[in-house]
C-alpha cells in the first residue's frame, strides 16, 4: 500500500515555483579552463631560450622527392608554442621538426592526474569542495611543470654550446 500526502495547491505551486527558481539560477562554471595551461604559458618559457625558439620555429624537409629546397620551408609550420623535443619527429611523408608533445596533452595530463589526487577517476566523482582542492593542485602541477621544463631548456642551450 502506498502512503498519500495531500498539500494545498498554494503549497504545491511554493514547492514547484522553488524547483524552478533552482534551475533558473546562473551556474558558476567548475572545471580546469580558468586554470589550464595554455600556448601562451609555453610559449613565455620558450622565448627566453632564444637557440631552442629558433628550433622550434621551423619545419624542416629533405630536398629528395620534392621540387622544394629545404631552405625555402624555413618558417613553414611554426611549432613554437609546443613542448620542445631534442629528437626529431617526422610529420606526414619527408617532413620533420622538434616537437611531439602539444600543450593540450600536457593539460589532459594534469588534469587527471589533479583528480587522482582526490582518489577520483573523472570530475563527476568529485565533490564542489574536493574539485576546488584539485584544481589547487592543477595550479601546483602546472607551475612544476614549467618550472621544470625552463630547467631543461636552459640545460639544452648549455650542451649546445
Given at each position: 500500500?502506498?502512503?498519500?500526502?495531500?498539500?494545498?495547491?498554494?503549497?504545491?505551486?511554493?514547492?514547484?515555483?522553488?524547483?524552478?527558481?533552482?534551475?533558473?539560477?546562473?551556474?558558476?562554471?567548475?572545471?580546469?579552463?580558468?586554470?589550464?595551461?595554455?600556448?601562451?604559458?609555453?610559449?613565455?618559457?620558450?622565448?627566453?631560450?632564444?637557440?631552442?625558439?629558433?628550433?622550434?620555429?621551423?619545419?624542416?624537409?629533405t630536398s629528395i622527392g620534392n621540387n622544394i629546397?629545404?631552405?625555402?620551408?624555413?618558417?613553414?609550420?611554426?611549432?613554437?608554442?609546443?613542448?620542445?623535443?631534442?629528437?626529431?619527429?617526422?610529420?606526414?611523408?619527408?617532413?620533420?621538426?622538434?616537437?611531439?608533445?602539444?600543450?593540450?596533452?600536457?593539460?589532459?595530463?594534469?588534469?587527471?592526474?589533479?583528480?587522482?589526487?582526490?582518489?577520483?577517476?573523472?570530475?563527476?566523482?568529485?565533490?564542489?569542495?574536493?574539485?576546488?582542492?584539485?584544481?589547487?593542485?592543477?595550479?601546483?602541477?602546472?607551475?612544476?611543470?614549467?618550472?621544470?621544463?625552463?630547467?631543461?631548456?636552459?640545460?639544452?642551450?648549455?650542451?649546445?654550446?
Amino acid at each position: 500500500m502506498e502512503d498519500r500526502i495531500t498539500i494545498s495547491k498554494s503549497e504545491l505551486e511554493r514547492l514547484v515555483a522553488i524547483e524552478i527558481a533552482k534551475q533558473a539560477f546562473p551556474r558558476t562554471r567548475h572545471d580546469f579552463s580558468g586554470v589550464m595551461i595554455n600556448d601562451l604559458d609555453v610559449l613565455k618559457v620558450n622565448e627566453q631560450h632564444p637557440v631552442i625558439k629558433e628550433k622550434l620555429k621551423h619545419t624542416y624537409t629533405t630536398s629528395i622527392g620534392n621540387n622544394i629546397h629545404y631552405r625555402e620551408l624555413r618558417g613553414f609550420g611554426r611549432h613554437d608554442k609546443s613542448i620542445f623535443s631534442r629528437n626529431r619527429h617526422v610529420i606526414g611523408y619527408d617532413q620533420w621538426s622538434h616537437t611531439k608533445v602539444y600543450t593540450t596533452d600536457v593539460h589532459q595530463t594534469l588534469r587527471k592526474l589533479s583528480v587522482q589526487v582526490m582518489g577520483g577517476t573523472i570530475m563527476k566523482d568529485l565533490a564542489s569542495d574536493e574539485l576546488d582542492f584539485a584544481l589547487d593542485v592543477y595550479e601546483d602541477f602546472k607551475r612544476l611543470f614549467l618550472e621544470k621544463y625552463n630547467q631543461r631548456l636552459s640545460s639544452e642551450e648549455m650542451t649546445e654550446d
